[in-house]
């Protein structure tokens, strides 16, 4: 059974810095792109970042570019976002997501995803 | 960025009906459009990906059609079960994007 379970969330300051994991189970991690998207309780979904498989591509979306980085540690079944810089737009319901890509850019569909984490951005 | 439009936004029906989603993008995704049913306090659950392929688990009343611009998720008999929103999204190259969803409601 694919199971995907984020931590690191909490209460943040504006400006502030967190790191979110996903700990994976019941697949071979190393094989397949991993994505986090975010929901702010009551609204629509929003794609932020994309890992590739072993980590030779990522993309993030404009809203957080040059502030959140994703990454993984194949070894630890483990995908991380690092957000820097905090702002209280960025306060949201994290979800990691495994990718079924498309194409060789990753663009795909997601077929298994996480409970979700709570970040909150406030002072 | 592609623009996803869903209709209605709110769609009332008893159970037993058929209910009919649209998604329609900016443009053309071809046929990389996936569907997801997220209920209260849970995550998305895909169901339908490029655009009419069920996924692993997803009952047979559940179908969807259309490619281009113009996509369509149809349940066939409303069960309790169903009730909940609905996202689409496409995945023709970043970033992707979801649509606002349609939420399903008991009338």
């Given at each position: 059974?694919?199971?995907?379970?984020?931590?690191?969330?909490?209460?943040?300051?504006?400006?502030?810095?967190?790191?979110?994991?996903?700990?994976?189970?019941?697949?071979?991690?190393?094989?397949?792109?991993?994505?986090?998207?975010?929901?702010?309780?009551?609204?629509?979904?929003?794609?932020?970042?994309?890992?590739?498989?072993?980590?030779?591509?990522?993309?993030?979306?404009?809203?957080?570019?040059?502030r959140f980085t994703i990454s993984r540690d194949n070894s630890r079944n483990t995908l991380f976002l690092q957000m820097n810089g905090l702002r209280a737009e960025d306060t949201a319901l994290y979800f990691c997501a495994k990718a079924s890509p498309r194409s060789s850019n990753y663009d795909g569909y997601f077929d298994y995803w996480g409970q979700g984490i709570l970040v909150t951005v406030s002072s | 960025e592609m623009v996803m439009t869903q209709s209605p936004a709110t769609l009332s029906l008893s159970p037993g009906e058929r209910a009919t989603l649209s998604c329609r993008t900016s443009q053309s995704v071809n046929w990389y459009l996936a569907w997801y049913q997220q209920k209260p306090g849970q995550a998305p659950r895909l169901l339908i990906y490029g655009a009419s392929t069920r996924a692993t688990g997803v009952p047979a009343r559940f179908s969807g059609s259309g490619s281009g611009t113009e996509f369509t998720l149809t349940i066939s008999s409303l069960q309790s079960e169903d009730f909940a929103v609905y996202y689409c999204q496409h995945y023709n190259g970043w970033p992707v994007t979801f649509g606002g969803g349609t939420r399903l409601e008991i009338k």
């Open positions: 059974e694919v199971q995907l379970v984020e931590s690191g969330g909490g209460l943040v300051q504006p400006g502030g810095s967190l790191r979110l994991s996903c700990a994976a189970s019941g697949f071979t991690f190393k094989d397949h792109a991993m994505v986090w998207v975010r929901q702010v309780p009551g609204k629509g979904l929003e794609w932020v970042s994309v890992i590739g498989d072993n980590g030779d591509f990522t993309s993030h979306a404009d809203a957080v570019k040059g | -």
